[in-house]
């Protein structure tokens, strides 16, 4: 796509590779105390910031890319390619120019066809397609556009659903599903050790907030799985003042993400005096931003797993209560990350949670991937085999506890 100054919208060549790019701009933000992560949230719990999302997809930004984004300083999270925008009624102001993002593509989607050539559809009119891989991986530039560079937009806050978890127990359920060594002293700093695999960090009753607390806490577990039993981070293990430096970047990125993700925010104050080193590591490296980036979302990904693991478990202790289907279902109102789901001939297998409640989905055997909201018929109709499934697990799990109910039952009889 070709757009010409002038016109609705313009993209510059970039002159720089996009790491170099956002080294520099990082670099001045540091310097000036407004980088992402030097913002704050408000004791109400009011955030700096969002992390920068596709409107149409949903699909959060991720590494270099979200970096990028978010240095452009734009208060609006939502991004559009100016094809996305005109194709979904907005209009890219003129003269606008759009911000650089990079993507890797491994695999293509190839149109599924019949003998004779005709492509094939699935009962919903959509094109099937099978997704093949490619013989190496191709990097391609991509330029989005910013709501607040468009007309036609609603307001962010306009359809935005609100969050139907509570942050804090949220955090706290994290935390405590880890599995880490977490202890309270009176002192004024948080840390990890890890000769000792355990998290320090200061009572409770020396923080102002709850969210406060909370947000120390997830910075510190960001540290906590860099650990060789978990992600065996390199900037991890050694020591000198650069390793730590580079280790607190990308536990303050993570800390960022993990913060956005839950809704707790984050408290950069602490971390201040890493931003002389932090400058001096970019200047020397520009590369660091995007090896931190992507080590950030690594973190991200391990505390997401752990919660995930969480939701999917459902165990019974033998001789416990009878399993009820209010049981299985409390909780498991929503399709999760991970579901896998026959209906109609076809396997629909749920990728990934997206903004807005949407959701990632692909469909076998076609290989169809597309994006799903709870208010589609085809969420309740695979939310319903689902439940229907679950409930059936219940029956089987009762059948099992009973039996073995009747066993201990009928052992007193033959006891001396």
Do not use: C
């Amino acid at each position: 796509m070709n757009l010409q100054p002038g016109k609705e919208g313009k993209m510059d060549k970039p002159q720089q590779p996009l790491y170099v790019q956002v080294a520099q701009r990082l670099i001045e933000q540091l310097k000036a105390g407004t980088s992402p992560w030097q913002k704050p949230w408000s004791d109400e719990g009011i955030q700096a910031f969002s992390m920068p999302y596709n409107q149409q997809t949903g699909q959060r930004y991720k590494g270099i890319n979200a970096m990028n984004l978010l240095l452009s300083g734009r208060e609006d999270p939502r991004w559009l390619t100016f094809k996305q925008a005109e194709g979904a009624g907005f209009r890219v102001n003129r003269n606008e120019k759009g911000t650089l993002i990079q993507f890797v593509k491994t695999h293509e989607l190839k149109k599924l066809r019949d003998d004779k050539g005709v492509p094939l559809y699935d009962e919903s009119g959509n094109a099937l397609s099978e997704r093949l891989p490619l013989e190496r991986a191709i990097v391609s530039n991509a330029w989005v556009f910013n709501a607040e560079q468009m007309s036609g937009l609603p307001p962010l806050w306009e359809g935005r659903p609100a969050i139907d978890w509570n942050p804090i127990e949220r955090a706290e359920q994290l935390i405590a599903h880890s599995g880490a060594q977490i202890d309270h002293k009176f002192i004024d700093r948080a840390y990890y050790h890890i000769r000792y695999d355990v998290i320090t960090v200061p009572d409770r009753s020396q923080f102002s907030s709850s969210s406060g607390y909370y947000a120390t806490l997830l910075h510190e577990l960001a540290h906590w799985t860099g650990h060789p039993s978990r992600l065996d981070r390199e900037s991890l293990m050694n020591s000198g003042i650069e390793p730590y430096a580079k280790e607190e970047m990308r536990a303050e990125i993570a800390s960022m993400l993990i913060g956005d993700e839950l809704h707790i925010g984050h408290d950069p104050s602490q971390h201040a005096s890493y931003v002389e080193s932090w400058v001096s590591i970019l200047e020397d490296s520009p590369a660091e931003i995007h090896a931190a980036s992507m080590d950030a979302e690594k973190i991200f990904s391990f505390l997401r797993d752990i919660e995930l693991k969480v939701e999917k478990e459902i165990s019974v202790e033998p001789g416990s209560q009878q399993v009820t289907p209010q049981m299985h279902s409390q909780g498991l109102k929503y399709l999760s990350t991970g579901d896998e789901i026959s209906y109609k001939g076809n396997l629909y297998r749920i990728q990934g949670h997206l903004k807005q409640g949407r959701l990632r989905v692909e469909q076998l055997p076609s290989g169809l991937q597309f994006t799903l909201s709870r208010s589609d018929q085809l969420y309740a109709s695979l939310l319903e085999v689902k439940l229907g499934e679950l409930l059936q697990n219940s029956a089987r799990i009762n059948s099992k506890l009973n039996g073995s109910d009747q066993e201990v039952l009928g052992t007193p009889k033959n006891r001396r």
